[in-house]
């Protein structure tokens, strides 16, 4: 199975953009590129997810390296609500339907 | 709110003993899943339910059965409880397989075996 690969941590101040990047160099051509994040004691939330294109919504985007073999999650402007681990994950559908979890990176937003 | 709901939200158990755990959703999605979460990782599939009546293995299913009582409904089973499946349970609905939206969690199942 495709895996992906993240830094454990990252840091940013409250109001400026955060970068988070995300490696997949095995993703196949039918794995979707999925974001979640979590907070402490609650079940993942859906931040954003895309295939080949670039893709906006009111949480964040999500830019695709056009190898797909990477991605980068674009928080514009983090709050201090913005703290939690973000998981990139595969979504993996040939044959199967599941998601493949990473260890995902834990952000600290400062005020 | 809409969402997705899981009882109970913890539980001790003995080693040996059974328990079910429950999740329900009032989204109207076909598809469903059981996953767990130890410490420090990220989250492993046991099963899912592309629909009423299906279910199929995930990552991790050995010591665990499951039942898609209807639409709403899909029930997580532990027959002999052992301290290997202390973890936090989540259950996740879909409205599609195919991958074209997002999972909604519960808010888990705190789990300890003893």
């Known amino acids: 199975d495709a895996k992906t690969t993240q830094p454990n941590s990252m840091e940013s101040n409250e109001e400026e953009p955060v970068h988070l990047p995300c490696n997949h160099s095995t993703i196949s051509g039918t794995d979707y590129i999925h974001w979640y994040r979590q907070l402490p004691s609650q079940g993942p939330e859906y931040v954003i997810h895309g295939l080949t294109s670039n893709v906006n919504n009111r949480m964040a985007s999500l830019a695709i390296a056009e190898d797909r073999k990477s991605s980068t999650l674009i928080l514009h402007r983090a709050t201090l609500r913005d703290a939690a681990v973000y998981y990139c994950i595969l979504r993996v559908l040939y044959n199967t339907d599941k998601l493949i979890f990473g260890t995902g990176t834990r952000l600290q937003v400062f005020p | ?114």
Not at chain 2, 60 to 82: D, H, T, W
Request: net charge positive; proline share 4%; hydrophobic share 30%.
């Open chain 2, 1 to 114: 709110n809409a969402g997705v709901t899981q009882t109970p939200k913890f539980q001790v158990l003995k080693t040996g003993q059974s328990m079910t755990l429950q999740c329900a959703q009032d989204m109207n999605h076909n598809s469903m899943y059981w996953y767990r979460q130890d410490p420090g990782m990220g989250l492993r599939l046991i099963y899912y339910s592309a629909s009423e009546g299906t279910t199929d293995k995930g990552e991790v299913p050995n010591g665990y059965n499951v039942s898609r009582l209807n639409k709403r409904e899909f029930s997580l089973r532990l027959e002999s409880a052992a301290p290997s499946q202390t973890s936090v349970y989540f259950c996740a609905s879909s409205e599609s397989l195919l991958g074209l939206v997002g999972y909604t969690f519960g808010s888990g199942t705190r789990l300890t075996v003893v």
